[in-house]
């Protein structure tokens, strides 16, 4: 490289946004992906050791794939050719390749091919550069946002190995954005920046773990801001809000009103209110809440408040929180949205709460449980002399492929646990009982109607 290559390229990272300026160059500056990364993990050593497979990195944006793909090509000292899915063709392809191949040749160096949003390319494209990665002419790299299972063809993706990233977290955010602040070489040092607490803490809820957003957000908020008399730059929270054009709802994930809002949103559940469950889903989603806390709190709800009365509810809040998993935020509001209106009008049930609550009593103080002989398996031939599975009842051989047999304990004879509503699903399991059981597991009195 002369001196007019350096110069330009010192120009270009000047004038580079800082998400850019800031992008790591070793493993000791990455933050986040300590499960990849690590000290004495196996991708960290077969790093250091120049011994990386061809791989395919999976992760949210702005976790640090580029980044990482970057920082392998530098200490593996390979030569590094970075390109899109979105743009390149199979002519493209076949020239780098054969450029590659050239390197190796003459001056025996490898070469990493990085193909950003790799899930973009098509059959034909993922097949072209199948062979060479077979034969080893390129180390590829592959990013993807996309679950590569479905997006990348199987014998491409037998050739890789498949390392997940994780979305980064508000520590490790904060992190990126103090460091930023205080780098004088390629940050905001220079400006004498101060961010502050309640900016920082909206910056960091609004970029949703993506590295790139909050340092983007950063940078247009200092940029736009006079500094003072003293020289100091200071961004507060409408300034922030301005930057990243989302208003700061006024909400505190590790305080009480975290705790007010999820219960705000089960009780208008429960009470059967769409409309206001989904006010308050909105105002915890936009204020920045873990989409997956929700989602776990919409599977309790479906097993406590829904039950049996209509089974279905569990795999809808099952499915919203694997939709959430899977396709992120902001797309995945809607897969809660979804949700949260099935159970508030779905019918609504404790009874298996309750029947559930009641076994966990009678566990803690049950003195003799010993299972019935006629329920234990006679496995060996003692056994069976001693009574396992005497008089044991086949259901499949009795009509309706049911008999009326003592199933708990002796000291348990009798007592009932479950007693199912009238409502949705259950009047069907109540009446399915009354036909097996007759009197002897009649629903009490004070649940019907409930």
Known sequence: MDM???????QKLRDA????????????????????????RVLRKAIEADQIPSMVLWGPPGSGKTTLANIIASITQSHFTAISATTATVGDLRRLVEAARERKKLYLKKSILFIDEIHRFN??????????????????????TENPSFEVNSALLSRCQVFTLNPLNERELHFIVIRALKDSLKGLGPLNVHLDEDATMHLISMSK???????NGLEMAALSTQPDKTGKRRITLATIEDAMQHKALRYDKAGEQHYDYISALH?????????????????MVESGEDPLYIARRLVRFATEDVGMADPHALMV??????????IGM???NLA????????????????????YSKVQQQVKVATDDSVPLALRNPVTKLMKDSGYGKDYKYAHNFPGHFVEQQNLPDSLKGKSFYTPSDQGYEREIRMRLLAWWGQKKKPSEDKKGK
């Open 267 to 283: 009780k208008s559940m429960r009470g059967s209110d769409p409309d206001a469950s989904l006010f308050w889903l909105a105002r």
């Open 4 to 10: 007019f290559e350096q110069q330009f390229e010192k």
């Open 336 to 355: 809660l949205a979804e949700a949260v209106v099935y159970l508030a009008t779905a019918p609504k049930s404790n009874s298996l709460y309750e029947a």
């Open 330 to 332: 902001p797309e995945g």
């Open 17 to 40: 946004p800082l998400a850019a300026r800031m992008r790591p160059t070793t493993l000791n500056e990455f933050i986040g992906q300590e499960h990849l990364v690590g000290t004495g």
């Open 317 to 326: 809040a099952m499915a919203a929180q694997q939709a959430v998993h899977f």
């Open 209 to 215: 773990n993506d590295a790139r957003v909050a340092l």
């Open 123 to 144: 059959k034909a494209q993922q097949d072209a550069v199948l062979p060479f990665v077979e034969d080893g002419s390129v180390t590829l790299i592959g990013a993807t």
